[in-house]
């Protein structure tokens, strides 16, 4: 496996959590998010929401992805998932990623079909930071 060009990188915090299903070790919430950061060198805002649940051994797996809207008023998403375990008190912790990009900008068209990897992390205040890179596969 190979990385990449780095794709993008954003901080910010943790707006709000919800409880989809209470089940002990199966739990399930919704976790929403709101910060900036850049994609492609342009600045943006990055905003949206993920479903997480406890899986045994406190393995945390989580769905979703935010939304970005760059400083020209381009659109696009990212959708993936990931999987990690807390890293201490409160909401720290550290997930590996991986997802895909979609957007209708020209200016931005060559991050569609882009499969990307990356590093989530999270402090126990809810402050979160995270990088994608272009995954490349086996050398041809």
């Known amino acids: 496996m190979m990385l990449g060009n780095k794709v993008g990188e954003a901080s910010g915090k943790i707006t709000g959590m919800k409880v989809l299903e209470y089940a002990g070790e199966k739990s399930r919430f919704e976790v929403t998010f709101q910060g900036?950061?850049?994609?492609?060198?342009?600045?943006?805002?990055?905003?949206?929401?993920?479903?997480?649940?406890?899986r045994p051994n406190q393995v945390l797996y989580a769905e979703g992805g935010p939304l970005w809207m760059t400083e020209d008023g381009e659109l696009l998403s990212w959708k993936g998932f990931g999987v990690g375990r807390s890293t201490g008190p409160g909401f720290s912790a550290s997930f590996g990623v991986c997802g895909a990009i979609q957007t209708s900008s020209a200016k931005l068209a060559h991050l569609n079909g882009v499969a990307t990897v990356g590093e989530y992390q999270i402090d126990e205040e809810g402050g979160y930071r995270w990088t994608l890179w272009e995954w490349k596969g086996a050398e041809q």
């Not at 950061?37 to 805002?45: A, E, L, P």
């Not at 990055?46 to 479903?51: K, L, P, R």
Request: avoid cysteine; charge should be negative; hydrophobic fraction near 35%.
């Open 36 to 54: 900036r950061g850049q994609i492609s060198d342009v600045g943006m805002m990055d905003v949206g929401s993920y479903a997480q649940e406890v």
